[in-house]
């Protein structure tokens, strides 16, 4: 049985004078998406641990902390202790890797290991069992508002098919570009778990549009 698609509103698209009311609503969410940019691995700079402290404060969804930033090594216990739940780190950003990801089970919270547009499947085939989640994005990370790059659909239905061959239960996530009229043929190639920034906050009703994402993203992957 395929399991329900998550929804991940990212609030890189909310406004951030309000971010506690932005962050209540959108309850209905399976996680908060956080962008965490440091000015240097990607041209943007954004929040630090004490916003995500603050976030967490206002929600009990679980917490999806991508940071894009350079020596995660020295920042992860730091946003475990602001109350992430997961915590990805991009593997163009992580020498090592696999030490990087064991450092975040250590901390008792689940590992994602997060893929740019153009870094291979194959960078992450032997780190792929130590993980909860693989990120593929679908955009050059730095700024929300882009538009979905079409080769990442190959790559997410490549590796659904390496996580279904090799039995293991790692979520495929997909960020950037994706909104309502995208999301099926990006869970049809294989995605359960879906960021969308202004496809979320740059519409009227924010819990019916994540009610309506997660709709069609389970009926494509029926
Ligand atoms: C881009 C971020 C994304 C971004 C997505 O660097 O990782 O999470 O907020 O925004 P949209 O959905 O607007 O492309
Ligand atoms: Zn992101």
């Known amino acids: 049985m395929t399991r329900r698609t998550k929804i991940a509103p990212s609030i890189l698209s909310a406004d951030f004078g309000r971010l506690a009311d932005e962050v209540r609503a ?13 000015g240097h691995f990607v041209p ?3 929040i630090g641990p004490i916003v995500v402290e603050a976030v967490r404060r206002v929600t009990t969804l679980p917490l999806d902390v991508h940071l894009m930033i350079e020596d995660a090594d020295r920042w992860v216990a730091a946003y475990a202790k602001a109350g992430a739940d997961l915590i990805g780190v991009h593997v163009e950003a992580c020498p090592h890797l696999h030490r990087t990801l064991a450092q975040i089970k250590e901390l008792g919270k689940r590992p994602c290991v997060v893929l ?4 291979p499947l194959e960078s992450i085939e032997y780190v792929l069992a130590d993980v909860a989640q693989v990120l593929v994005m679908s955009v050059n990370p730095g700024f929300g508002g882009q538009s979905f790059i079409g080769s990442a659909l190959d790559k997410i239905r490549r590796l659904r098919k390496m996580i279904d061959e090799r039995g293991l239960t790692v979520d495929i996530e997909v960020d950037g570009g994706v909104k309502l009229d995208n999301i099926a043929e990006v869970c049809a190639a294989g995605a ?3 960021v969308s920034g202004s496809g979320v906050f740059g519409t009227a009703d924010y819990a019916a549009t994540i009610d309506e994402l997660r709709r069609r993203g389970d009926r494509a992957r029926a």
């Open 116 to 119: 740019n547009p153009a870094t």
């Open 26 to 38: 959108i309850g209905n969410a399976d996680y908060v998406h956080v962008d965490v940019m440091d």
């Open 192 to 194: 359960d778990v879906i």
């Open 44 to 46: 943007n700079l954004t």
